[in-house]
């Protein structure tokens, strides 16, 4: 049996139980994902998973590049914000002198165009989770 690891992820933007269930169910479909757990209080998922061949290195450097060309400055700022510092919506918001609405906004249209480049690239969400669980 394949070793299996778990990562902690961000996510953002959740409202209810059933943003809660369907990212549960999205993150399951991945493949090489076993469990995900999320926490609608913490915007938060533990997720189980055996890790692949990529090499950290060279995804980190793929994911950086594709940042920082698909990105405006703001969406990096606010992934930055929320998904690396960990910090509250509503403090990030105010951070970046916007309110909450305007900030889900701006994510989404972040995580389009990374999702668009993504595939592009032939970038994986496993290969994502990989490279992070390496770091």
């Not at 994911?63 to 930055?80: C, F, P």
């Amino acid at each position: 049996m394949p070793e299996t690891k778990q990562f902690n992820l961000p996510i953002v933007g959740m409202t209810c139980a059933n943003c809660v269930s369907t990212v549960e169910r999205n993150l399951t479909k991945v493949p090489g994902v076993h469990r995900a757990q999320v926490n609608l209080s913490t915007e938060r998922a533990a997720v189980d998973f055996d890790p692949g061949q990529a090499s950290l290195a060279d995804m980190l450097a793929r994911v950086r590049r594709i940042l920082d060309e698909e990105l405006t400055q703001k969406q990096r700022e606010a992934l930055v914000l929320l998904g690396l510092q960990d910090m509250p919506m509503e403090e990030a918001a105010k951070r970046m002198k916007t309110n909450r609405n305007a900030l889900y906004k701006l994510l989404h249209d972040a995580r389009l165009r990374l999702k668009r480049r993504m595939a592009l690239e032939d970038i994986t969400p496993q290969d994502l989770l990989t490279a992070f669980e390496q770091k």
